[in-house]
C-alpha cells in the first residue's frame, strides 16, 4: 500500500524536491554553490519539473570555518536555502542521513550531492523523469572520470573490484550523487547501525532503480575532504561494513598456509636427508615467519569487527544537531 501511495504521487504531482548537501570546511566554495542550486530550483520550478515548495538543506558536518555563517546568512535572503549544524564532526554518511530524515518529513524525493558540485547537475533533470517513471533510487554514476588523477582512477578500480569479488552490493563509479524517494528515505532510516555505508545500503535494499552516467568535473575551488588517509579510511569501512566476507577470507588463508607448512615440512626433510642444509634452521625461521604473518592478519581481521561490534552495542547517536534552519 505504501509504495503504491508514492508511486501515485511520483506520476501525477510536481514533487517536493530536497537538495542535500553535506558540508566540512567549505567556505571557498560555498557562495557559488548556493547560487547554483537555487538557480537550479528556479529553472526546474518554472519547467514544472518540481513543485514550489523544493528546497536545498546544506548539512555543517561541525566545520570549523565560516561555513555555518554563510548558510545562515543565504537563509535570511532566500528561505529555501536551509540548514542543519552538527555539534561537532560526525562524517558524510551521517550528515546524509541527518538530511534524509530532515527531508523525509516535507519532500517527496531527495537529491544528496556534494557541496564542490563535481558531480554534473545537467542530470538531475533525467533523474526526476525517471523517479516519474517509478524508480524508487536513481544512481549517478561515474561514466567518464578522466578529470581524476591516474592515482584516484587506479584505486578506486580496485576498490570497486574488491568489494565485487567479497559480494558487497555496490555500483562502479557511484559515489552518493543519487535520488531517493520519500519511500526509501523512510526505508533507510530502519537501519539502526552506527556505522553505515550508504553505498552498499541503497543498492541491498533491492528496490527499483535507474542510473544516470555524468562526466565528473574538476574541482573548482577548496581542497578535497579526501586525501589518501580519508580514502583508505572508507575503503575500509566500505568492506567491512558491505560483507562478512574477509572474516572467512581469514579461515581460507589459514588452510593455505597449513597446506604450504606441509609441502615446507617436506622439503626440509628431503634436504635434511641429503645433508645440503644446517638442521633445522631455515624451516623453522620460514613456518615462523608465514604463520606469524597470517595470524597478525586474521587478528587484525577480528578486531576490525569486534570494533564494529564493540560501537554498535554501546547505542550512542549517530550525531548531535545543534542549530536548524527552516
Keep these: 500500500m505504501e509504495t503504491r501511495r508514492v508511486q501515485t504521487i511520483q506520476s501525477k504531482t510536481p514533487p517536493v524536491l530536497a537538495v542535500i548537501l553535506p558540508c566540512y570546511n567549505e567556505e571557498a566554495v560555498l557562495p557559488s554553490t548556493i547560487e547554483t542550486i537555487v538557480a537550479l530550483l528556479d529553472k526546474m520550478t518554472d519547467d514544472g519539473r518540481i513543485s514550489a515548495g523544493s528546497f536545498a538543506l546544506f548539512v555543517d558536518d561541525g566545520s570549523l570555518d565560516a561555513t555555518w555563517d554563510i548558510i545562515a546568512a543565504h537563509h535570511r535572503a532566500d528561505a529555501r536555502v536551509r540548514g542543519l549544524k552538527f555539534a561537532g564532526n560526525a562524517g558524510q554518511q551521517n550528515a546524509l542521513l541527518a538530511g534524509m530524515a530532515a527531508a523525509e518529513r516535507q519532500a517527496d524525493c531527495a537529491i544528496t550531492i556534494d557541496v564542490d558540485l563535481q558531480d554534473d547537475i545537467s542530470v538531475i533533470p533525467e533523474m526526476l523523469r525517471l523517479f516519474h517513471a517509478g524508480s524508487h533510487i536513481v544512481y549517478g554514476v561515474r561514466g567518464d572520470r578522466t578529470s581524476d588523477t591516474w592515482f584516484k582512477r587506479t584505486t578506486a578500480g580496485m576498490f570497486y573490484t574488491c568489494m565485487r569479488l567479497l559480494g558487497a552490493p555496490v555500483i562502479p563509479g557511484h559515489s552518493d550523487f543519487r535520488l531517493v524517494s520519500k519511500f526509501a528515505m523512510r526505508a533507510v532510516s530502519g537501519y539502526p547501525e552506527s ?10 535494499m533491492k528496490m527499483r532503480s535507474s542510473r ?3 562526466a565528473r568535473k574538476a574541482r573548482t575551488s577548496g581542497e578535497t575532504k579526501y586525501p589518501l588517509r580519508r580514502l583508505l579510511s572508507v575503503a575500509l569501512h566500505g568492506i567491512a ?7 572467512r577470507l581469514a579461515a581460507v588463508l589459514s588452510i593455505a598456509t597449513l ?8 622439503a626440509s626433510l628431503v634436504a635434511y636427508f641429503s645433508g645440503n642444509a644446517i638442521p633445522g634452521w631455515t624451516s623453522l625461521m620460514l613456518i615462523t615467519l ?3 604473518s597470517v595470524q597478525l592478519f586474521c ?8 570494533a564494529r561490534v564493540f560501537t554498535e552495542v554501546k547505542r550512542r547517536p549517530r550525531y548531535i544537531i545543534e542549530k536548524e534552519l527552516r
Design 195 to 204: 556505522r553505515i555505508f550508504l553505498r552498499s545500503i541503497f543498492p541491498g
Design 241 to 247: 561494513d558491505g560483507s562478512p566476507a574477509p572474516l
Design 299 to 306: 587478528i587484525a581481521l577480528l578486531g576490525e569487527y569486534l
Design 259 to 266: 597446506f604450504f607448512a606441509l609441502l615446507q615440512t617436506g
Design 212 to 214: 544516470v552516467y555524468y
Design 290 to 292: 608465514y604463520l606469524g
